[in-house]
C-alpha cells in the first residue's frame, strides 16, 4: 500500500515536473502542427488598415489554402481591387494577376522584409514557413499560470528580427501575442492574435500586427472559414489564377 | 524739464541702495528666465503666413510628412563596396529610430521595381539582410541605378564616390535636438568614410552652434578689449565696470523678457548680446563722463548735476535707438526678425534705463575725493582731449570744406550702393574649406543642390489626366538647367507600367492606374507624395543654383508653364526654398529701406518734439545718414552682400549714430544761450560730448572688430561693418553736424 502511494506520489510528481520542464522547442513544433492542422482550408478575409491619424481602410478578399505552401488569395472589396488575386506556391513562387492587364504577373521579391501591399504584415510574416524551423526557442522567466513565454531567436541572419518574445496558450498550445524586435533589438512591432475553435481545428479568427514606429495597424478578421475541404494543388496553378475559378 | 530732471537725481541719489537692491532683485529674477531659454534653430517656423510660398511650403509639410529635409553624405572612395554600403545600411537604421524623425531614406531602404521576361521583381534596391559582397551584385546594383530614372543620381553619385542618406523631419519636432541627435548618432558609428551634413535642418542647427561658439569664444575677448579702452580713456573703476556691467544687467534682463514672453532664441535673436554690448554701455558712458566732468569742475553734488544735464540726450538717446530696431517691424519678412527688433529695443531701453539709475546710484557711493586730488584728477591735457580740441578748432576754422569733404564721402558712399549684391545663399556664411560649405558644394555638384521645390497638384490623383499632367510637369520643370531630377506618384506608377507592359508611361485605363496602385499602397515612400485621400500629390524637385537671378529665372519660367496649364481635372501650385528665397531677398531691400525710413521719420519727430524744434530733429539725422551712406558704399565697392545678418547693421548704425548726434544737439541746445559766439557753442558741444562719444566708437569699435576672428562670415562682417557705422557716425556727428550747425547759424555767429 505504501508502495502504491509512494509510486502513485512518484508518477504524480514526474507529470507535474514534465509539465513545466516541457522543451521549449516542442512547444513551437505543437504551435505549428496546431496552425498547419488542417489539410486546407477555405475562408472569407477582412482586412482593416488604420494609419497613425486614425484613418481606416477595409479590404475583404477569399482565400484558400493548402498547408502552409499553396494559398490563393482574391479581392472581392473594395470594388476598385475586386478581382486582383495571388498566388503563393513552395519556395516563395509567387504570382500575380490584375484583371485590367490580363495576365499573370510573377512576383519576385527582393526583399521578406518589405510589407505586404499596404499592411503591416511582411513578406516574412507571411511565408508560411513554420516558426520551429526558423528559430530556436528558450523560456523567458516570466511565467504564468495560463502562457508559455518563449525567447524565439533566428536561426539564419535572413531575417527582418533579431529575436521574437511569443505568448503560447499553455493548454491549447496557440499564440497569444508575439513582440517583434529589429535588428538593433528595437521592439518594434507587434501581433496579437484571438483563436477560437472550429471542429476539432483551432484558427487565428483575429489577429492585430502593430507597427510601433510608424503607429500604423492592420486587423485581419477569417471569417466563414471551412477546413478539410478537399482541395488539389491543380486549383493553385497560374490559370486558375488568371480564369477567377479559384473563387470558393 | 531740466527741474523736473533735477529732483529726480536728487531723490534718485538718495534712495541709491533701493536702486542697487531693485536691480540686484530684478537681474536675478530674469537671470534665472533666461537661464530656462530655448533655441528654435528652425527657418521655416519663421516664415510668414501671409506670404502663399511660405504657406503653401509650411502646408506640404504638414500633409506630406515634414518637408525639413536633412541629409548625411558619405563620400569614400566608392560607394559600391561591402563595407560602404555597410556603413549607409547602419547610418539608415540608426538615424531612422531618432525621435523626430519621420523617414530616412537611403540606397539601402528605397523600393525598386523592375520588369524582365520572367516577371517583375519588387522590393528594395538592396536587402538590407543581406547585402551585397559580390562583383555581380555590385554590378548588379550599379545597373538597377543606372537604369532606373527615379534614383540616378539622387542616391548615389554618378562618379560613385558619394551616397545620400536623407532623413525628413516629423512635422513639429524639436529642429536642434534632432540634428544634435543625427550628429551624435553618426560620430557614434565611427565610420571610416568622410560624413558631411546638408539641408536646413543640420545646417541651421550648425550656423547656431558657430554663432554660440563665436559668442563664447570671441565676446570675453570683445569685452577685455572695450574694458581695456574704457579703462585707458577714464582711468577710473567707475568708467571700466559701469558701462560694461550696464550692458551685462540690460542683456540679462533681455534674455530673461525673450524666455518670459514665451519666444525662442533665434538665428537673429542671437546677436543681441553684441548688439546689447555695443549700445548698452553707450549710454553709461555719456553718464559717467558727464559726471566725471562735474567732478572735475568743482561743481556741487556732481552726480546729481551731471546726471541732471544728460538726463535728456541720454532719454532721447535711448527712445530714438529703440525706434531704430522698432522700425524692423514694419517690412520684415521673418517673424524672427521682427522680434529681434522688439527684443533689441526693449533691450536698448533696459540699458536707458540702468545708466539713469544704477550708474549714478552707484558712482554716489564713491566718496567725493578731496579738492587738491580732483585737480591731479583732471584730464584735460590727455591726447584724447589734445584730439578733440583739434576736431574742434578743425570744424569751427572751415566748416564748408568739412561739408565738402563729407560730401565726396557721401558721393562715393552712394556710388558704390549701386553695386550691393543680395545674397541668401546659406553657403557664402562658411570660410573656404568648412565642411558645411563643402557640404553645399558636394550636393550642389553631385546631387542637384538642396533647396527643395514642390508642385503641389490638387483633384483625383488616380485619374490618368491628372498623372500626365504631373509628367508632363516634371518633364518641363528638368528642362530648367537648375532641376536635376523630379520624383512624383506618377514616376512611380510609369516605372510599374513599364515593368510590367514595358510601356514607361500612365496607362489610359483609369482600372489599370487602381490596380498599379494596388501594388504600391502602404509604401512609405508614397506617403511623402500624395495624400490619405488621394486629392492632393505632388512632384518633388531640388533646386541646385544658390544664385538668387537664376532662382527669379526659374520662378518665371515655371509661372508660364502655371498659367498655360489650367484644367477643370486639378490646380497646379508651386512653391519651394527658392520661391521663398525669392521674396526673403526682395524683403531685405524692402524692409531695409523701409525701417531706415520709418526710423527716420519717428527720430525726426522725437526729438523735433522733445527739443520743441523739428528743425533740431532733421539735423539729428545728418550724420546717420552720411554714416548709412557710407556702410553701404563700402559694401557696395568691397563685395559684402545684403544677407539676413547684414541687414542688421544698418539698425546699429543709426541705433547708435543717432546718440551721437543727439549728445551734440543737445548740448548745443543748451549752450547757445549761455555762449557768446556760435563758435564757442559749437566747440564747446564738441568739447562736452566728443570725449564720451570718442570712447564710445572707439572702444565698441575695437570690441567688434575681435569678430574678424568668427567662423562664420556674416559675423566677420557684422563686426567690421558695425565697427565702420560707428566710427563713420562718431565722426560725422563730431564734425558733419557742427559744420551743419555751424554754416546754418552762420548770421548769429
Same mark, same amino acid.
Given at each position: ?68 505552401? +499553396? ?47 499596404? *499592411? ?19 523560456? %523567458?522567466? &516570466? ?35 508575439? =513582440? ?43 471569417? %466563414? ?24 | ?52 510660398? $511660405? ?73 538590407? +539582410? ?107 573703476? =567707475? ?64 552726480? &546729481? ?16 535707438? $529703440? ?24 533691450? *536698448? ?11 549714478? &546710484? ?29 576736431? $574742434? ?71 490618368? =489626366? ?32 513599364? =515593368? ?10 483609369? %482600372? ?11 509604401? %512609405? ?36 508653364? @502655371? ?74 565697392? &568691397? ?101 551743419? @550747425? ?8
Amino acid at each position: 500500500m505504501i508502495f502504491k502511494s509512494l509510486l502513485g506520489l512518484c508518477l504524480f510528481v514526474g507529470l507535474v515536473s514534465h509539465s513545466y520542464a516541457q522543451d521549449p522547442q516542442d512547444i513551437l513544433v505543437r504551435m505549428d502542427a496546431l496552425m498547419s492542422a488542417p489539410s486546407d482550408w477555405i475562408a472569407t478575409v477582412e482586412m482593416t488598415i488604420t494609419n497613425r491619424k486614425g484613418v481606416e481602410k477595409n479590404h475583404e478578399a477569399t482565400l484558400k489554402q493548402i498547408g502552409s505552401g +499553396y494559398r490563393l488569395y482574391r479581392y472581392t472589396k473594395p470594388e476598385n481591387k475586386a478581382g486582383i488575386a495571388s498566388l503563393s506556391l513552395p519556395d516563395g513562387d509567387m504570382w500575380l494577376f490584375m484583371p485590367s492587364f490580363g495576365k499573370a504577373i510573377r512576383i519576385n521579391l527582393l526583399s521578406k522584409s518589405q510589407a505586404l501591399t499596404g *499592411t503591416d504584415f511582411s513578406y516574412e510574416d507571411m511565408s508560411g514557413i513554420p516558426y520551429s524551423q526558423r528559430y530556436a526557442a528558450t523560456f %523567458e522567466n &516570466a511565467l504564468n499560470d495560463s502562457e508559455y513565454l518563449l525567447n524565439l531567436l533566428p536561426k539564419s541572419n535572413k531575417t527582418s528580427y533579431s529575436r521574437i518574445l511569443l505568448s503560447v496558450d499553455r493548454k491549447n498550445g496557440y499564440p497569444i501575442q508575439m =513582440a517583434f524586435y529589429d535588428k538593433s533589438g528595437v521592439y518594434f512591432k507587434k501581433a496579437i492574435y484571438k483563436y477560437a475553435k472550429k471542429g476539432k481545428y483551432w484558427y487565428a479568427e483575429e489577429v492585430t500586427m502593430t507597427d510601433l514606429t510608424r503607429d500604423h495597424s492592420t486587423t485581419v478578421y477569417i471569417k %466563414e472559414i471551412r477546413f478539410d475541404n478537399g482541395l488539389s494543388k491543380e486549383e493553385f496553378t497560374v490559370d486558375m489564377l488568371k480564369n477567377g475559378s479559384g473563387n470558393k | 524739464m531740466s527741474d523736473r530732471f533735477g529732483n529726480f537725481s536728487k531723490k534718485l541719489i538718495n534712495l541709491k541702495w533701493v536702486v542697487i537692491l531693485a536691480t540686484a532683485v530684478i537681474t536675478v529674477f530674469f537671470g534665472y528666465h533666461a537661464s530656462r531659454l530655448t533655441i528654435n534653430a528652425d527657418i521655416l517656423e519663421s516664415l510668414p503666413d501671409s506670404d502663399r510660398n $511660405a504657406q503653401l511650403l509650411k502646408e506640404i509639410g504638414v500633409d506630406f510628412g515634414g518637408n525639413s529635409i536633412g541629409i548625411i553624405i558619405l563620400e569614400t572612395g566608392n560607394v559600391y563596396d561591402t563595407g560602404a554600403i555597410k556603413h549607409i545600411n547602419d547610418l539608415t537604421d540608426s538615424v531612422g529610430k531618432i525621435e523626430g524623425i519621420a523617414s530616412v531614406s537611403s540606397i539601402t531602404n528605397i523600393i525598386n521595381i523592375k520588369g524582365d521576361e520572367n516577371g517583375i521583381e519588387v522590393g528594395k534596391l538592396i536587402d538590407s +539582410y543581406d547585402l551585397p559582397d559580390s562583383q555581380d551584385d555590385f554590378d548588379r546594383l550599379r545597373a538597377d541605378i543606372a537604369n532606373n530614372p527615379l534614383y540616378r543620381g539622387s542616391v548615389v553619385s554618378e562618379d560613385e564616390t558619394s551616397a545620400l542618406i536623407i532623413f525628413y523631419l516629423q512635422e513639429g519636432a524639436d529642429v536642434k535636438s534632432v540634428a544634435n541627435a543625427v550628429i551624435e548618432k553618426t560620430a557614434s558609428l565611427d565610420l571610416p568614410e568622410s560624413i558631411y551634413y546638408a539641408g536646413s535642418p543640420l545646417l541651421v542647427s550648425y550656423i547656431s552652434d558657430l554663432i554660440r561658439n563665436d559668442l563664447v569664444k570671441l565676446l570675453p575677448i570683445a569685452f577685455i578689449v572695450i574694458a581695456l579702452i574704457l579703462f585707458l580713456s577714464f582711468r577710473s573703476w =567707475a568708467g571700466v565696470v559701469l558701462p560694461l556691467a550696464t550692458s551685462v544687467i540690460a542683456i540679462i534682463w533681455t534674455l530673461g523678457s525673450i524666455s518670459l514672453s514665451g519666444y525662442n532664441m533665434t538665428m537673429i535673436s542671437n546677436n543681441i548680446p553684441i548688439i546689447l554690448l555695443a549700445v548698452g554701455s553707450a549710454y553709461a558712458i555719456h553718464v559717467v563722463n558727464k559726471i566725471n566732468l562735474e567732478r572735475s569742475s568743482n561743481r556741487p553734488e556732481p552726480v &546729481a548735476s551731471g546726471l541732471k544735464a544728460v538726463t535728456t540726450p541720454v532719454i532721447l538717446a535711448g527712445i530714438t535707438t $529703440a525706434i531704430g530696431f522698432v522700425s524692423f517691424i514694419f517690412g520684415a519678412y521673418l517673424d524672427m526678425i521682427v522680434e529681434f527688433g522688439l527684443f533689441t529695443s526693449l533691450g *536698448t531701453l533696459y540699458a536707458c534705463v540702468l545708466a539713469l539709475t544704477l550708474v549714478p &546710484a552707484m558712482l554716489s557711493l564713491q566718496p567725493e575725493p578731496p579738492r587738491q586730488s580732483r585737480q591731479t584728477e583732471q584730464p584735460k591735457t590727455g591726447l584724447l582731449e589734445k584730439g578733440i580740441s583739434k576736431i $574742434a578748432s578743425l570744424t569751427i576754422r572751415s566748416p564748408k570744406k568739412m561739408l565738402l569733404f563729407w560730401l565726396l564721402i557721401i558721393i562715393t558712399g552712394v556710388i558704390g550702393i549701386s553695386s550691393i549684391k543680395r545674397s541668401v545663399n546659406i553657403q557664402e556664411y562658411f570660410r573656404p574649406g568648412n565642411p558645411a560649405r563643402k557640404a553645399e558644394q558636394i550636393m550642389i555638384d553631385k546631387f542637384g543642390g538642396t533647396n527643395p521645390v514642390f508642385l503641389l497638384f490638387k483633384g483625383d490623383i488616380l485619374n490618368p =489626366a491628372v498623372l500626365r499632367a504631373m509628367e508632363a510637369a516634371s518633364d518641363y520643370m528638368e528642362a530648367s538647367p537648375d532641376i536635376n531630377a523630379t520624383l512624383s506618384v506618377a514616376d512611380l506608377i510609369a516605372e510599374l507600367n513599364y =515593368a510590367i507592359t514595358g510601356s514607361r508611361s500612365i496607362p489610359e485605363d483609369p %482600372e489599370q492606374i487602381q490596380q498599379l496602385w494596388f501594388f504600391l499602397e502602404g509604401n %512609405e515612400t508614397l506617403e511623402k507624395m500624395v495624400n490619405q485621400d488621394l486629392t492632393q500629390a505632388i512632384v518633388i524637385s531640388k533646386f541646385k543654383s544658390p544664385d538668387n537671378q537664376s532662382k527669379q529665372v526659374f520662378a518665371d519660367y515655371m509661372a508660364a508653364y @502655371l498659367s498655360k496649364n489650367e484644367s477643370p481635372d486639378y490646380q497646379i501650385e508651386i512653391t519651394g526654398m527658392p520661391f521663398v528665397d525669392i521674396t526673403m531677398d526682395q524683403s531685405l531691400i524692402n524692409s531695409q529701406i523701409g525701417s531706415i525710413f520709418i526710423a527716420l521719420a519717428c527720430i525726426i519727430i522725437v526729438i523735433g518734439l522733445i527739443l520743441k524744434s523739428m528743425r533740431f530733429g532733421l539735423l539729428a539725422t545728418i550724420p546717420i545718414v552720411a554714416a548709412i551712406a557710407i556702410l553701404f558704399g563700402i559694401m557696395g565697392l &568691397a563685395g559684402i552682400s545684403l544677407n539676413i545678418a547684414t541687414v542688421l547693421v544698418a539698425s546699429v548704425a543709426l541705433g547708435i549714430g543717432i546718440d551721437y548726434s543727439i549728445h551734440i544737439i543737445t548740448h548745443f541746445n543748451r549752450l547757445r544761450t549761455s555762449c557768446a559766439t556760435m563758435e564757442s557753442v559749437v566747440s564747446q558741444s564738441i568739447l562736452t560730448s566728443g570725449r564720451a562719444i570718442i570712447i564710445n566708437f572707439v572702444s565698441v569699435s575695437s570690441g567688434f572688430l575681435v569678430l574678424v576672428f568668427s567662423d562664420m562670415i556674416p559675423l566677420v562682417y557684422f563686426g567690421v561693418l558695425i565697427a565702420v557705422s560707428m566710427i563713420s557716425s562718431g565722426l560725422a556727428a563730431l564734425t558733419l553736424l557742427p559744420s551743419v @550747425l555751424l554754416v546754418m547759424n552762420k548770421r548769429e555767429s
